[in-house]
């Protein structure tokens, strides 16, 4: 069953993926899934290791089930401070 | 209670400070980082944060809220500026206030840490060269 995402990228993600922010329109079971499609479709330069994902503005697992209809976010290593 | 700020522009420090401070106080630290114009011996212009507001606001909340817990102090707050900043620009602020010392500098201390560890916040730094890159350092 596919199940329609937000996906927003940020820094480097969106410079190489050329968009902040898509709809994607999905099978992948969780988030580890979501991001191999995502990188395979936009060469994104991140093995998924690299990354933290957040659900709906929170961390979450790479195991984690998508949830139909949330915002979903890769976050590269942060450089704040 | 909102201890964590995003700051579009620049932020008055003294009256953050004022704040935190009570009769309870007997001493306050503070953390200020600056931009400076040189970073990994390239000598930089400026530079951009960006952040993942919903999420950096959280996740700077919870820092906070998790110092309050595990140092003995009165009050802490941080603010972070994201958008443009020249060089000599404040771009991070953290204030604690405790009864006493040891507790206002550690947890000061542990919270910068964390917001540079934690905080959804990428800094893009342009160079005196004309070029300019992301900074995403592996932990």
Not at chain 1, 31 to 56: H, K
């Amino acid at each position: 069953m596919s199940a329609k995402i937000d996906v927003l990228y940020f820094a480097a993600l969106r410079d190489a993926a050329g968009i902040a922010s898509e709809q994607v329109d999905t099978e992948a079971a969780d988030l580890a899934e979501l991001y191999a499609e995502v990188q395979a479709r936009l060469q994104l330069p991140f093995p998924q290791r690299q990354l933290r994902v957040a659900m709906d503005g929170e961390f979450a697992r790479w195991d984690d089930a998508l949830r139909a209809g949330s915002t979903v976010a890769f976050i590269p290593p942060v450089s704040g401070g | 209670m909102q201890r964590f700020r995003l700051a579009d522009t620049p932020f008055d420090t003294a009256s953050l400070r004022a704040r935190l401070l009570d009769a309870r106080v007997g001493g306050y630290a503070s953390f200020e980082g600056w931009v400076r114009d040189h970073n990994d011996g390239r000598a930089v212009a400026g530079l951009r944060y960006e952040a993942y507001v919903a999420l950096a606001e959280r996740e700077g909340e919870a820092i906070l809220a998790d110092a309050l817990q595990r140092f003995d102090i009165i009050d802490a707050a941080c603010v972070h500026r994201q958008g443009e900043l020249a060089l000599g620009e404040l771009a991070v602020w953290v204030g604690v206030s405790a009864a006493h010392r040891d507790a206002a500098f550690a947890a000061c201390r542990w919270i910068i840490d964390e917001v540079k560890a934690r905080v959804p916040i990428w800094k893009h730094e342009r160079y005196a060269g004309g070029d300019a890159g992301w900074l995403h350092p592996q932990p």
